[in-house]
């Protein structure tokens, strides 16, 4: 079994900033990409940002140039550097990680969510 804990989430006044941590644990035989998603109340889920193993990164428009996503793969733990927050952005932010229980099989997995509120 494989799971994803995730935690930094909060309230937090527009224009400042908050990091959410995602950890993997479990049976790991390796992780490839991990990622952050989000979910606004009353939309569909979207893609935050992205990380490979190698460390090459993609983010959505709207939160290019704010938030920095990284990833300690010795600790199979991936972050998400999150400044510049706008109401915009308040959303539940779920952590996905690709997880190889061998050098063939592996499938993603998802952490529970994180709430993150951008409110004055």
Do not use: H
Request: proline letters at 2%; glycine letters at 12%; aromatic letters at 10%.
């Amino acid at each position: 079994q494989v799971q994803l804990v995730e935690s930094g989430g909060g309230l937090v006044q527009p224009g400042g900033s908050l990091k959410l941590s995602c950890a993997a644990s479990g049976s790991i035989f390796s992780i490839g990409s991990m990622g952050w998603y989000r979910r606004a109340a009353g939309k569909q889920r979207e893609l935050v940002a992205v990380i490979t193993s190698g460390g090459v990164t993609n983010y959505a428009s709207s939160v290019k140039g704010r938030f920095t996503i990284s990833r300690d793969n010795a600790k199979n733990t991936v972050y998400l550097q999150m400044n510049s927050l706008k109401p915009d952005d308040t959303a539940v932010y779920y952590c996905n990680a690709e997880v190889y229980y061998s050098e063939v099989r592996g499938r993603d997995y998802w952490g529970k969510g994180n709430l993150v509120t951008v409110s004055s």
